[in-house]
C-alpha cells in the first residue's frame, strides 16, 4: 500500500477560493474535465508528489535527534504532516491541510538553517550521523544502505520556491 503527500503551491487568492469552496480543492492534485482555470495555477509546476512513508520515517527520527521548530516536532516534520489548519473536504488519509505564505516562508527558512537537517542530507537522520539500514527496512522507509531518498531534498526545494513566490501550500495525503 503506497501513500502519497500531494503538495500545492498556490497564490494566496487562490488559498481565499479554496477557503470559501473547499470541494475545489481536488483540481489541485486530480486531473479534471473541467478547464477553468484556477487563479493561474499549473499542475504541471505547481504539484509535488512524494512518498509520505519515507518522509515521515526521515521526520520522526529528526523528531528524536533535532527538534528544530519545537520541543516535539522537526521542521519537516511540519512540512509533511501541517498543522491544524485544513480545509473542509477529505482526501484518502484525512483533510488537506494548509500552510498560509508566512509559514511556508518559515519552514522553508528552518529547513535551509538547520546545518544538520534532514533536507541537507538525503536519506539522513538529522544527527550528522549515517542512517540505520535496519531501522529504515523496519519503518517500511525503503532508502537502506547504499540507497540516497531524493524526496528530503525535493520537498526542500519545494518550499524553497513556494516561499520565494510568496505562495501558500496546500497539502493532501492520498
Keep these: 500500500m503506497s501513500m502519497w503527500l500531494n503538495l500545492a503551491k498556490i497564490s494566496p487568492k487562490l488559498l481565499a477560493i479554496l477557503r470559501a469552496q473547499p470541494a475545489l480543492t481536488g483540481k489541485l492534485f486530480y486531473e479534471t474535465d473541467d478547464t477553468d482555470p484556477l487563479d493561474g495555477f499549473d499542475q504541471d509546476r505547481d504539484v509535488l508528489g512524494v512518498d509520505y512513508r519515507i518522509l515521515s520515517a526521515i521526520a520522526e527520527a529528526a523528531e528524536e535527534a533535532n527538534p528544530g521548530f519545537t520541543e516535539e516536532r522537526s521542521w519537516l516534520s511540519y512540512a509533511v504532516q501541517g498543522t491544524d489548519d485544513t480545509l473542509d473536504v ?20 528552518g529547513m535551509a538553517e538547520d546545518s544538520e537537517g534532514v533536507v541537507a542530507e538525503p536519506g539522513g537522520t538529522g544527527t550528522g550521523e549515517e542512517p540505520d539500514a535496519d531501522a529504515d527496512a523496519d519503518a517500511g522507509a525503503g532508502a537502506g544502505a547504499g540507497e540516497e531518498n531524493e524526496d528530503d531534498e525535493d520537498i526542500g526545494s519545494f518550499y524553497a520556491a513556494a516561499a520565494r513566490e510568496g505562495r501558500a501550500i496546500v497539502m493532501a495525503i492520498t
Design 90 to 109: 477529505e482526501f484518502g488519509y484525512g483533510p488537506a491541510y494548509v500552510l498560509a505564505p508566512m509559514e511556508v516562508e518559515r519552514l522553508a527558512a
